[in-house]
């Protein structure tokens, strides 16, 4: 009987790691996020609207990948700098607030991770 409990947990074990979110599909949602965000995003001291942001990740995404294999990569080496200036993105939220954006996606994907392990 111990067996198959061992057999049965090394199952549910092994299938957690098949459910969980691929790095692509982090970084989708990432995008996705910022799309449908009411932040003004700052980039080299421009405003811009979330879908405008949203537009210039994925193209760094599609333009860099290999700095992005993972939605830590790409938010360290992508999505929270400029490449051009090196200067630190920033998000304004609806509240007035101001965020370092690699804050800020950080803190969504690791809500994200959660999500997807509770829900899986």
């Known amino acids: 009987m111990k ?12 299938s957690q790691f ?3 979110a691929t790095p692509e599909q982090e970084i989708n949602h990432l ?8 932040a003004v995003f700052i980039r080299n001291d421009t405003e811009h609207s979330s879908q405008d942001a949203a537009e210039h990740l994925a193209m760094k995404y599609r ?6 294999n993972t939605a830590d990569k790409f938010i360290e080496n992508l999505a929270s700098k400029s490449s ?3 200067k630190p993105y920033k998000v304004r939220l609806s509240n007035g607030s101001l965020l370092n954006a690699k804050d800020w996606l950080s803190n969504e ?12």
């Open 31 to 38: 995008i996705d996020f910022v799309a449908k965000s009411d």
């Open 63 to 68: 333009k860099a990948t290999r700095y992005a």
């Open 3 to 14: 067996r198959y409990w061992f057999i049965a947990l090394m199952f549910l074990s092994i």
């Open 109 to 120: 994907l690791e809500e994200y991770r959660r999500n997807q392990y509770i829900h899986n």
């Open 84 to 86: 051009w200036s090196g």
């Open 18 to 20: 098949c459910i969980a």
